[in-house]
């Protein structure tokens, strides 16, 4: 898809997420044990867990799994320790990037990073470099067509912050972290579901890339998505799509 689209960013890293399946269990077991370690074991006290488990089942992981990887973390099995590590740097047209990983070696994180930065047009910078231009929030992002009054009110009442069109209709559902799944909960009950939805970092501005500088862009992005350590990777950055 063609022409400066916020929509078609978003169905390309959807694409992008499950040409990577086989790798998406992975992430999946760090982000249920780190959750764990840090909120206890129970989903039902533990938001962010509960979230892991449903990316879990989304991505068809046996329970028995998601329960071994709980109870390692928990301290009722041996298992890896691992750490959340952020790194900020910039991308080409210096573009804001924030790569979240969890890792059990630092110093091989870190210099991995920093190799795909500066191979790729960018450069790794300082904590807090480019964070300030993102917003920590839940994020549902309904289709093209889907119903917009039906989307707000029920979104509102369930307690979302703001409810967004962009000019091709598709329709941005923002959150506090801590209501998310309230709200994702709230909408699914009313027959509306998301194309994507996860808590994310939220880039309060946009920069446009299109041509030579849109595909250097997207070759950094692909090779720090694909790092073994990487969780995820957020950016300000429209591409222009061919």
Known sequence: MAGHSKWANIQHRK????E???????????EIMVAARTGGGDPAANPRLRLAIEKAKAANMPADTVKRN???????????????????????????VIVDTMTDNRVRTVAEVRHAFSKHGGNLGTEGSVAFQFKHCGQ?????????????????????????????????????????GDVKSALEAAGLTPEMAEITMRADNTIDLSG?????????????????????????VILELE
């Open 140 to 180: 549902l992002v309904f289709a093209p067509g889907t119903d917009e009054e039906k989307v707000m009110n029920v979104a509102l009442e369930a307690g979302a912050d703001d409810v967004i069109t962009d000019d091709e209709g598709a329709i941005e559902v923002l959150t506090d972290p801590g209501v998310f």
């Open 15 to 18: 694409g992008r997420q499950d």
């Open 212 to 236: 030579d500088d849109a595909a250097r862009m997207q070759k950094l992005l692909d090779v720090l998505e694909d790092l073994d350590d990487v969780q995820d990777v957020f950016h300000n």
């Open 20 to 30: 990577k399946r086989q790798r998406i269990w992975t992430r999946v077991v760090r």
């Open 70 to 96: 709980i109870d390692k973390a928990t301290g009722n099995l041996e298992g890896v320790n691992y750490e959340e590590i952020r790194y900020e740097g910039y991308g080409i047209g210096g573009a804001a």
